[in-house]
C-alpha cells in the first residue's frame, strides 16, 4: 500500500496544470462555502442583536392583562418598587420603564396609526440605542414643550418635519378618547422602516398627564448579561419575584421569529455549504475522471504488469484525498483571513439599503462564524471531495488492460 501511497503523490505533480486545477476549485468551493456562512451567520446575528437593543430588550415585564389586551388601563401597580427588585438581580445590567400605548398620529395632511412610547430619555438611552440613529433635531429635546420623536417613514407620510406641530389621539386609563399636542424634536431613521414608521416617542411624564395617571408604567425593558440565557432567567424571575398578575417574557416569547431564526441558523447554514458541496463535487469528478481519461494507457500498463484492481482503485481515490489535503486548508486559510478582514471593515450593502430596511435589516453586514464551524465544514469538504473519487476510480477499473496500452 505504501508504494500505491507515493506512487499517488508523484502522480498528481506530474501534470501540475490538471492538480492546480482540482486544488484551485478546493480552495474556492471551501472559501465560498465558509464565508457564505459567515456572511448568512453574521447578518441572521446582526439582525437579532439590533432587534434586541432597539425595540424588544431581552426581558420584558407587563401586566398579565396588557399582554392580552393592549389597553391603557392595564398598567403595572407599585412599579417603582418592582423596577428596584428588578435592578437587584444579579444577571440584570438596565432597566427601564415605559409607558405604552396604541393611538393615532395627525398632522395637517395626513394621519396614521403608531403606538406612543413614552420613555425617561436617560434610562431609555442604556437600554435602547435608538438615540443613535438621529436624522434630524434632538432626541425627545427637554427645551421644548412635548416633545415627541418620530421617524423617518412617518415624517413623510404625514408631510412634517422638525419643529412642526403635531397631534396624538388614543384612549386614557379611564377609557375615555383624549389627546394631545406634541412638537417634533427629532427624526430618526433607523434599519427597520416598519418600526420607524409605527413608532413615536415621547416624555413619560407628558404621556402620563394625558393619561390621567402620575407614574403609570405598562412595560419594563431588562437588558441582561447574556441575551442567549433569557429564558433561563425569566423562570428565576418568575420564581424569585411574586409575578402573580404579572407576565415576564423573553425577547423569544416576545418576537417568536427571532427565536426561530436563532435555533435554525446552524440548519440554514449546513444547507448552503450542502448545496455548494454539490456544485464543487460535480467539478472535481469532471477534473479527476479527465486525469483518468489522460492516462487510459499508463493505468493500462500498471494493469498489465499485474497492479490489482483494489492497487488501482487505491491510486485515484489517494490522488483525489492528497488534491483535498491541499486544498481545504488553504481554503480553510484564505476564508479566516477574509473574515477578519470584512469583520472590521464590514461589507457596505448600501444600494440595496431601502429593500433592506423593509426587513429590518441593517445595510453594512459584518461576517462572523463560530469556531466550530471550520472544522466541520472541513470534514463535509473532505467527505464530498473523496465521494467525488468513486465513480472516476470505477472508471478505472472498467479499463482492459489490452485495449487501453493500443489506445492512441
Known amino acids: ?41 453574521g447578518m441572521s446575528q446582526q439582525y437579532i442583536r439590533d432587534h434586541l437593543q432597539n425595540y424588544t430588550g431581552h426581558i420584558q415585564v407587563h401586566n398579565a392583562r396588557y399582554v392580552e389586551d393592549n389597553l391603557p388601563e392595564f398598567y403595572i401597580q407599585e412599579a417603582d418598587a418592582l ?10 445590567e438596565e432597566v427601564t420603564p415605559r409607558s405604552v400605548v396604541n393611538g393615532l398620529a395627525s398632522s395637517a395632511t395626513n394621519n396614521f396609526g403608531v403606538t406612543i412610547q413614552g420613555v425617561w430619555p436617560e434610562q431609555e438611552k ?11 433635531g434632538e432626541y425627545l429635546d427637554p427645551s421644548i414643550r412635548n416633545p415627541v420623536v418620530i421617524g423617518a417613514p412617518l415624517a413623510r407620510r404625514l408631510s412634517i418635519e422638525t419643529g412642526s406641530r403635531m397631534v396624538l ?27 420607524d414608521e409605527s413608532n413615536v416617542f415621547v416624555l413619560a411624564e407628558d404621556l402620563n398627564n394625558i393619561l390621567g395617571r402620575e407614574n403609570v408604567i405598562h412595560e ?36 417568536p421569529t427571532l427565536r426561530y431564526m436563532d435555533t435554525n441558523m ?27 481519461m489522460e492516462r487510459t494507457q499508463e493505468i ?43 469583520s472590521n471593515t464590514g461589507i457596505n450593502l448600501g444600494m440595496f439599503a431601502e429593500g433592506l430596511s423593509e426587513y429590518g435589516l441593517s445595510s453594512v453586514i459584518y461576517p462572523e462564524l463560530e469556531a466550530f464551524y471550520y ?34
Open 1 to 41: 500500500m505504501w508504494s500505491i501511497i507515493k506512487l499517488s503523490w508523484k502522480n498528481i505533480w506530474r501534470n501540475p496544470m490538471r492538480s492546480g486545477v482540482v486544488i484551485t476549485a478546493v480552495v474556492l468551493g471551501t472559501w465560498a462555502g465558509i464565508f457564505m456562512s459567515a456572511f448568512m451567520s
Open 83 to 92: 423596577v428596584n427588585q428588578l435592578q437587584q438581580q444579579p444577571f440584570v
Open 126 to 136: 442604556r437600554v435602547s440605542g435608538l438615540h443613535e440613529y438621529m436624522q434630524e
Open 169 to 195: 389621539n388614543f384612549q386614557d386609563v379611564d377609557g375615555n378618547i383624549t389627546a394631545g399636542a406634541f412638537r417634533v424634536s427629532g427624526i430618526f431613521k433607523s434599519a427597520n422602516s416598519g418600526f
Open 220 to 255: 419594563i425593558v431588562l437588558m441582561v448579561d447574556d441575551f442567549k440565557q433569557a429564558g433561563l432567567y425569566t423562570s428565576q424571575l418568575e420564581d424569585t419575584l411574586q409575578s402573580e398578575g404579572l407576565a415576564i417574557q423573553s425577547w423569544g416569547d416576545v418576537a
Open 266 to 292: 446552524d440548519f440554514t447554514l449546513y444547507i448552503i455549504m450542502t448545496i455548494i458541496i454539490i456544485a464543487l463535487m460535480f467539478g472535481i469528478i469532471n477534473t479527476m475522471l479527465m486525469a483518468v
Open 300 to 342: 493500462g500498463m500498471l494493469m498489465a504488469i499485474g497492479i490489482n484492481k483494489r492497487r488501482t482503485f487505491a491510486m485515484i481515490f489517494w490522488e483525489t484525498l492528497f488534491l483535498t489535503m491541499i486544498g481545504v486548508p488553504l481554503g480553510m486559510g484564505l476564508s479566516r483571513l477574509s473574515i477578519a478582514i470584512f
Open 375 to 408: 472544522l466541520n465544514i472541513a470534514l463535509l469538504m473532505v467527505g464530498a471531495t473523496l465521494i467525488s473519487s468513486l465513480y472516476p476510480a470505477w472508471k478505472a477499473l472498467q479499463l482492459n488492460p489490452v485495449q487501453a496500452i493500443r489506445k492512441i
